[in-house]
């Protein structure tokens, strides 16, 4: 038996191909807006970080209704560092909308998210989207999605998936790329046909929590889709712990999901995905269910981290300028918060209560929580991303990336000659267009910092694209940043003056007038080593003028770092200093005699 009425869809993505620009044409096309109400782009990226990097990065549920069927779209993220969020998400669908650029074709994101809902038995639905684009090539497209899930060992029955060809933004999809349709209704009858209903299981109720939300006014709501039973308000029923534990408890109130908001209902059909009110101290994987005879589900299985970082207070001469949340209880109490619903996370407190070691995906994941908490109001300091090693076998094993950079044949040189610097191998080299398609394993610590020396090369031309592969023999050492830092020798703000003079022993980046501390790396050195400099010194002035003599000073403006950019950009010795107005580099010992002592020691 399964319940017609119901589809639960997850759409999966590379990042930037079109999967939230795809539910606001859904959303449109079933009119849940008033006609004169305005509702604007991206209508799912609802946070602000979402809307400035133009990503996804957390998962949410929409529902439309389409010939007297309910379709639940779940909308996830294509990076692989928000994996967590995938790997949840994926257990609440019967199928998935996989969407692939008609140009760029399968990356590797796209191979993350695919291969995970085909290991759940999920059954896909190929969108081969943009195909109003120039050089758009959908024909290889589509061989390059059926060899991909071939070598993902799909089942006979994925391989048979139905491929839809269209233009997310023209709104219009069709079963051939040469014949566009009107509208999107090809596709959402695709939907119908192809999606399995959820089936229908009875027996004791079963809800495992795969998401969470929060209200001021009635505290943690737990979200997720009823695998068994009928759930009904104010049952008494019980959450399975981790621990094993069985927690009986209530629910309050459910609510369904009805277009962008949720409807209050008496109870919830098995294979609907609700929200649930009422339930204390749960977690996510937590599972729902009878308190006289529980059934728990298997928890969700989430990737292991493979990198982490050093997170401080802040103890720069700044401190407490500019944040409202400053102190080490702050900071604690804000990642252990985190841990809740970033399932992909992991907190580590160390012999000191003011240094968290914080584990993430990647350099992503950890930034885009540092610049949540930097716009919330906090004041931190972030140490130099570490990857983490394995011993397998005795034998010391580190995380391996697949890197996959598009970029034009004219620079495509020196992109092999960096990578293979950095100890990455170039495994696949082939036209794209008017493109140099170029595939690299790389070690996750060669890609640290990797970005801005690629961009610079190839004039900003370079796309590129990673995702962790597995994890393989220790590759050696790999050579870091060549170039020293400029480091300011007192606090106050710098001067025109002494900036002009000092402009040929590297770049800048602070401006004339700029506040700066002692300690704080000002700029890069043209050399290897460190350099200690003076911008506050202004002009000595005397009595006598010359006409002629003054001349104006011409200054580079300041190179300006983004928060991921100066996490890569950082040496062992330094913090990126992080607060509400601020994204600052410093020196971790300020003074500069205890600066020497501590790199003696790390030569030792």
Known sequence: MVNS??????????????????????IHYSHLFRDNQESGELILDNNDLERERGITILSKNVSVTYKGVKINIIDTPGHADFGGEVERVLKMSDGVLLLVDAFEGTMPQTRFVLSKALGLGL?????????????CRPDEVHEEVFDLMFNLDATEEQLEFKT????????????????????????????????????????????????LDYN????????????????????QLALTKKDGSVKKTKVKELMIFEGLGRQKVSEV????????????????????????????????????????????????PFFGKEGKFVTSRHLRDRLFKETEKNLALRIEETDTEDKFLVY?????????????????????????????????DGQRHEPIELLVVDVPETSAGKVIELVTQRKGELKIMEPKGDLQHLEFEIPARGIIGLRNNVLTATSGEAIMTHRFKEYQPYKGSIPERSNGSLISSETGKGTAYAIDKLQ???????????????????????RENDLVVNIQKGKKLTNVRASGTDDSAKIVPKKNFSLEEALEYIQKDEYVEVTPKAIRMRKIYLDENERKRYASKFAD
């Not at 009878?290 to 298997?298: I, K, M, T, V, Y």
């Not at 929580?369 to 109001?377: A, D, H, K, S, V």
């Not at 040929?504 to 043209?526: A, H, K």
Request: glycine content about 10%; hydrophobic content about 40%; overall charge negative.
């Open 5 to 26: 009425s119901i589809r639960n869809i997850a759409i999966i993505a590379h990042v930037d191909h079109g999967k939230t620009t795809l539910v606001d044409k859904i």
């Open 123 to 135: 059954k896909p639905v190929v969108i081969v989207n943009k195909v109003d684009k120039p050089n």
């Open 164 to 211: 839809l060809y269209g233009s997310g933004k023209n709104g219009w999809f069709s079963r051939d790329w040469r014949e566009p349709s009107n509208d999107i209704t090809p596709l959402l009858d695709t939907i119908l046909e192809e999606i399995p209903a959820p089936p229908i299981r009875e027996g004791v109720p079963q809800m495992q929590i795969t998401s």
């Open 216 to 235: 001021a006014f009635v505290g943690r709501i737990a979200i997720g889709r009823v695998y068994q039973g009928t759930l009904k308000e104010g049952a």
């Open 269 to 316: 059909p098995c294979g609907d995905i609700c929200a649930v009110v009422g339930l204390e101290a749960f977690e996510i994987g937590d599972t729902l269910t009878s308190a006289e005879n529980p059934e728990a589900l298997p928890r969700i299985a989430i990737d292991e981290p493979t990198m982490s970082m050093l997170f401080t207070i802040n103890n720069s």
């Open 360 to 392: 993430g995906r990647g350099v992503l994941h950890l930034s885009v929580l540092i610049e949540t908490m930097r716009r919330e109001g906090y004041e931190l300091q972030v140490g130099q991303p570490q990857v983490l090693f394995r011993m397998i």
């Open 504 to 526: 040929d022993r590297g770049t800048f980046f602070v401006d004339p007038g700029e506040e700066v501390y002692i300690g704080q790396v000002i700029g890069e050195n043209s």
